[in-house]
C-alpha cells in the first residue's frame, strides 16, 4: 500500500486544518493508521493513531482535545482534524501504516511523504 499525505498549509494560530491520507495499491482496512510530526531541529513524535476497526483511537499528550483521528473506509482514507492549532504544531506531518497500533506508535511500518503544516502566531 502507499499512503499520500496532504491537507497542510499556513494557517494562523487557534485556526483548523485537516489532513488527509490515501492509501492506494490495496485496502488500508486491515491497518492501524496513524500520524507523525517532525518539527525542525527536533525528533519526529507520535500525534495519534487509529486502529484497523476505527473504533479506538489514541492522541500524545500535546494534542488532545484538540487533534481528532477518523477513518472512512470506503474511501480508503484516514483524517486528521486540527483545531485550536498553536504555533508548536508547526511541523512536517506523516502518516503511517502497520497492522498492529502498538508498534505502528513506535515508528516502525509503511510511510507517507510529509505535509507542511505552519501555523503563525
Known amino acids: 500500500v502507499q499512503l499520500q499525505a496532504s491537507g497542510g498549509g499556513l494557517v494562523q494560530a487557534g485556526g483548523s486544518l485537516r489532513l488527509s491520507c490515501a492509501a492506494s495499491g490495496r485496502s488500508n482496512r486491515q491497518y492501524a493508521m496513524g500520524w507523525f510530526r517532525q518539527a525542525l531541529g527536533k525528533e519526529r513524535e507520535f500525534v495519534g493513531g487509529i486502529i484497523p476497526s476505527g473504533t479506538r483511537t489514541y492522541y500524545a499528550d500535546s494534542v488532545k482535545g484538540r487533534f481528532t483521528i477518523s477513518r472512512d473506509s470506503a474511501k480508503n482514507t484516514v483524517y486528521l482534524q486540527m483545531n485550536n492549532l498553536k504555533p508548536e504544531d508547526t511541523a512536517d506531518y506523516y502518516c503511517?501504516?502497520?497492522?498492529?497500533?502498538?508498534?505502528?506508535?513506535?515508528?516502525?511500518?509503511?510511510w507517507g511523504q510529509g505535509t507542511l503544516v505552519t501555523v503563525s502566531s
Open positions: 503511517a501504516a502497520h497492522a498492529s497500533i502498538v508498534t505502528l506508535q513506535t515508528g516502525q511500518g509503511l
